[in-house]
């Protein structure tokens, strides 16, 4: 099985601020035959289901803010908030669907 | 709109079995491969399993905790997906999530309580 590790486990950001979350596969997630990583981030605010935010390591999910961005290849991925707002409080996962089972990240908690 | 809205979950005993269900609308359920995933209280994300779209040969895959135990279906004339969890364990206890794909779209969840 893949193991996603995410850094940090927990981050404090102000307002306005840059968030920075890193997320680590014990595999390459990335398919050579169309050099796409299958990797993606998800937002989970209390008591809500998680949300797609990021696909294929660096693709907006529709509707998302542009202030989120996924970047990576391989085996080591990100994903910023640029400027972080008060309605981004939320659990940020990262997954692996490039083989099954599908992994998920631990989860990293931000908060204000 | 895609909607998916989960019933079936309730507290049983240990060894006990339970079913649930996700009934979709708003996207063509029958071309979908659909994934259940669960989170125990206060803990992250866990992939349970996954069926394909009966054109895609309708099999179904499952994460190792489970396997053996739980299985997935699906009745695309109902628009409905199912998950059939046998011998349950207390560590089951968790909200169960029906997922279009790998995560495009997620239900609210139904919670599962297995608890002597």
């Known amino acids: 099985d893949i193991v996603m590790t995410q850094s940090p486990d927990s981050l404090a950001v102000s307002l306005g601020e840059r968030a920075t979350i890193n997320c680590k596969s014990s595999q390459s997630v990335l398919y050579s035959s169309n050099n796409k990583n299958y990797l993606g981030w998800y937002q989970q605010k209390p008591g809500q289901p998680p949300k797609l935010l990021i696909y294929?390591?660096?693709t907006r999910y529709s509707g998302v803010p542009d202030r989120f961005s996924g970047s990576g290849s391989g085996t080591d991925f990100t994903l910023t908030i640029s400027s972080l707002q008060a309605e981004d409080v939320a659990v940020y996962y990262c997954q692996q669907y490039y083989s099954t089972p599908r992994t998920f990240g631990q989860g990293t908690k931000v908060e204000i | 709109e895609v909607q998916l809205v989960e019933s079936g979950g309730g507290l049983v005993k240990p060894g006990g079995s339970l079913r649930l269900s996700c009934a979709a609308s708003g996207f063509t359920f029958s071309n979908a491969w659909m994934t259940w995933v669960r989170q125990a209280p206060g803990k992250g994300l866990e992939w349970v399993g996954r069926i394909k779209s009966k054109t895609d040969g309708g099999t179904t895959d499952f994460a190792a905790p489970v396997k053996g135990r739980f299985t997935i279906s699906r009745d695309d004339s109902k628009n409905t997906l199912y998950l059939q969890m046998n011998s349950l364990k207390t560590e089951d206890t968790a909200v169960y999530y029906c997922?279009?794909?790998?995560?495009?779209?997620w239900g609210q969840g139904t919670l599962v309580t297995v608890s002597s």
């Open positions: 997922t279009v794909g790998d995560g495009d779209y």
């Open positions: 294929g390591a660096s």
